[in-house]
């Protein structure tokens, strides 16, 4: 009986690695696939482009609808999400020449400045929402501001020094530090939309009063 048990668990690990190494054959020839590259960097190239046009019609309409307004938190939002995700689709677009630039730290700023502005973008609606919270509760928001550009500058102010370290000197250690911060500042701004997002999210359905107006509130947080 035992002897029988260890012989199928024997026969059953034997099947596990034929099938690990079968996937793992399967990925390494999808990885090296020129072609299989080019379809996708080409099919995020064009949802990167759907989604900056779509975030001009939005601003286009916004600024049909009230004309002569001065620039508002939601018209600054769409204008950054138009030029992020345009620059990312002109980037993986044209992925085989960005890949070839010289030095390679070019490379780098064009793969990675569209997520410094991506994080400026979000943080900007995060800034946004905290502002709403604030003013609800009665909490001072004064500041608020004033801590966006400030932090928005020192995290520009520390990816243009991890460039200028790797333009000096490429190697990668440095570049693996600039992935990971990239990496950091993006989590940073999912942090916010859970802190703030979710304490707005909170609030307003805590709110007694039901209506068509804070039925939208919600959808639209």
């Keep these: 009986m035992i002897n029988q048990m260890m012989l199928e668990c024997k026969l059953s690990r034997n099947k596990m690695s034929k099938m690990l190494k079968i996937t793992k054959n399967w990925w390494e020839e999808i990885n090296s696939s020129v072609v299989?590259?080019?379809v996708t960097f080409l099919t995020l190239s064009a949802l990167f482009a759907l989604v900056s046009s779509f975030a001009l019609i939005q601003l286009i309409r916004i600024d049909f609808r009230v004309p002569g307004y001065k620039w508002t938190t939601?018209?600054?939002f769409h204008l950054m999400n138009f030029i992020v995700n345009g620059v990312r689709a002109v980037v993986f677009g044209l992925h085989k020449q960005v890949f070839v630039l010289r030095p390679k730290v070019l490379?780098?700023?064009l793969l990675d400045l569209p997520g410094l502005v991506f994080f400026s973008t979000y943080t900007l609606l995060v800034l946004f929402w905290a502002q709403i919270y604030h003013q609800a509760r009665s909490l001072p928001a004064d500041n608020l501001k004033l801590f966006y550009f400030l932090f928005n500058t020192a995290i520009y102010f520390i990816q243009v020094g991890i460039w200028i370290f790797l333009w000096l000197d490429d190697n990668k250690t440095i570049e693996s530090s600039a992935r990971i911060?990239?990496?950091a500042v993006s989590l940073v701004v999912a942090v916010g939309f859970l802190v703030?997002?979710?304490r707005l999210f909170v609030m307003l359905r805590q709110y007694p009063i039901e209506s068509r107006g804070k039925t939208?509130?919600?959808y639209g947080v």
Excluded: N, P, R, S
């Design 36 to 38: 299989w590259q080019d």
């Design 196 to 198: 703030y997002g979710g």
């Design 74 to 76: 939601q018209k600054v």
């Design 216 to 218: 939208k509130k919600l």
């Design 181 to 183: 911060f990239v990496a």
């Design 107 to 109: 490379e780098l700023v």
